[in-house]
Nanobody
Framework: QVQLVESGGGLVQAGGSLRLSCAAS????????MGWFRQAPGKEREFVGA????????TYAGSVKGRFTISRDNAKNTAYLQMNNLKPEDTAVYYC?????????????????WGQGTQVTVSS
């Protein structure tokens, strides 16, 4: 199993930046693909982006492409979500998730492990 803990959320003005971290413990981090999802109040959880186990491939939702960047440091057992040019519609609880499938996927069903989430609030 793997345990995930997100950090780095907070309040930021529109146009600002935040970097979220997802620290993993447990089984070998490098065997998991990592995904980021978010859920705004009253809305369903949605895919943000994902990275494969080696970090060589990423995929993003259209709404964040060009603004958000996912990376990982397997030596530190940590995945990151760099968010630039934030917009009020990015306000949500952000979750990281791990998939033993190993390939970056936009489907939440592929992820068996989830963090507790971190709040990101973007003010206009």
């Amino acid at each position: 199993q793997v345990q995930l803990v997100e950090s780095g959320g907070g309040l930021v003005q529109a146009g600002g930046s935040l970097r979220l971290s997802c620290a993993a413990s447990g089984r070998t981090f490098s065997t998991y693909a990592m995904g980021w999802f978010r859920q705004a109040p009253g809305k369903e959880r949605e895919f943000v982006g994902a990275i494969n186990r080696s970090g060589s491939s990423t995929t993003y939702a259209g709404s964040v492409k060009g603004r958000f960047t996912i990376s990982r440091d397997n030596a530190k057992n940590t995945a990151y979500l760099q968010m630039n040019n934030l917009k009020p519609e990015d306000t949500a609880v952000y979750y990281c998730a791990a998939s033993s499938w190993g390939l970056e996927s936009s489907s939440s069903k592929e992820y068996g492990y989830w963090g507790q989430g971190t709040q990101v609030t973007v003010s206009s």
